[in-house]
């Protein structure tokens, strides 16, 4: 992989060289993201909007997974142009979404100067057996996960962020919330395991044992957690925030509103004080429509986006 | 004695356990109340665009700055060193801070994510392991400013009497020295 080095000039001053890509960089980039929300964005403009309602970042997207669901077809990684407009429009870091396995697409991404890759079941899959090797790449990814042994083996390939999958494009959080207890279910779980089962859990997980063992001593994730799928009110948002995500992303659940400005303001809002059921109430009057949703019950098994990546 | 971590958005969990680690009572701290309450106050890494529209929207910009100016002691990292920024280059629109120290921050000013870094600089003439996030760097250091640190000719450390701000996460990583100078600097002004 490339990586686009700024400071390396300054090896002529016999400090040492600047290591760029490492873990810590990497995870510690989505420290900094904690609290807050990430917003999908399919136009430099709406970048702007989430940028000034307060968003930590923009995912910047061709089609919002509710218009993936309403018009089908392949969905892949978005246009350059439209990519690099984004970055242009805004100071705050941008992502953007490649499809599970398609390590091609995150090398573009990666030489586009995006800041987070969503290796991403939104998209229609590339490989069905096998997801990205993040640890080559110089760029953080994020992935989702519905459950432990998921988030695990997506860390055990170089993910430096988990987020819940939810059901994108349908405005209804129930499988975010599955998501979120199952992973939080788990983690509980090792805590109260003897250290001599943990061999045996690993299995089970299909996860590594270092890692398991490492959840089990810290009682979290190695990395940062957020929710992602379905959310689309600030009661949403916070709460998820309340079943343990460390952050929030929303996506349809923003452009498709009736006031997506206000509706991305209050969400902020609602992620930082997501214990405080008084500003919740305040931030939510008046947004205006809130997204239809679908009802995750009505959609047919191959249209579950969870499904995807294993 | 109670250090508050501003909790509006950023590594607030990793500022908390720092500075217990060097010895102080430390709590994450969204509401005026509990910012008055502090002795010291940090903020944290995060996005300083959100910062900046959260503490706006929860009415703390005003009465945060009368606090610092009335000798509050304050650090902040990375976003927290812009906020701590009298002026600030390449912002978003309209961008404001808390203000204290008489700098001007660059955003973003070593690059994107793919040029975040981390390696060996000299903070106070000794070796300090930093990592850098998306980080600025200080353009102007007024001169009431001391810089404590410098990589590669861009000032990344500063102090100027109860406001202490670094460029780079002193909290991601195990060196305490940043945030112990920090305590003792709460310490100093009781």
Known sequence: MSTVDATSSSQANGAPAPE???????????????????????????????????????????????????????????????????????SIPVMAKARIGHFAEAQVLQSLGIDYIDESEVLTPADEAHHIDKWKFTVPFVCGATNLGEALRRIAEGA??????????????????????????????????????????????????????????????????????????????????????????????????????????????????????????????????????INVDTLPADQKYANRGW | MVIGVLALQGDVREHVRALEESGATAKPVRRLSEIEAADGLVIPGGESTTLWKLAAAFELLDPVRKLIAGGMPAFGSCAGLIMLADQVADGAEGQQTFGGIDMTARRNAFGRQVDSFEREVLVGGAPFHAVFIRAPWVERAGPDVSVLGEDNGRIIAVRQGALLATAFHP?????????????SMVKGSQ
């Open chain 1, 20 to 90: 760029t890509g490492t873990a810590r960089v990497k995870r510690g980039m989505a420290e900094m993201l904690k609290g807050g929300v990430i917003m999908d964005v399919v136009t430099p403009e709406q970048a702007k909007i989430a940028e000034d309602a307060g968003a930590v970042a923009v995912m910047a997207l061709e089609r919002v997974p509710a218009d993936i669901r309403a018009q089908g077809g392949i969905a892949r990684m978005s246009d350059p142009d439209m990519i690099e407009g984004i970055i242009g429009a805004v």
């Open chain 1, 160 to 293: 430096a962020m988990i987020r819940s999958k939810g059901e994108a494009g349908t405005g209804n959080v129930v499988e975010a919330t599955r998501h979120m207890r199952s992973l939080k279910q788990g983690i509980r779980r090792l805590q109260g395991l003897p250290p001599e089962e943990l061999f045996t859990e690993a299995k089970e997980l299909q996860a590594p044992y270092d890692l398991v063992a490492e959840v089990a001593k810290a009682g979290k994730l190695p990395v940062v957690l957020f929710t992602a799928g379905g959310i689309a009110t600030p009661a949403d948002a916070a709460m998820m925030m309340q079943l343990g995500a460390e952050g929030v992303f929303v996506g349809s659940g923003i452009f498709k509103s009736g006031d997506p400005a206000k509706r991305d303001a209050a969400i902020v809002k609602a992620t930082t004080f997501y214990d405080d059921p008084d500003v919740i109430a305040k931030v939510s009057r008046g947004l205006g429509e809130a997204m239809v949703g």
């Open chain 2, 171 to 183: 909290e991601l990583t195990p060196d305490r020295r940043i945030h112990e100078l920090f305590v």
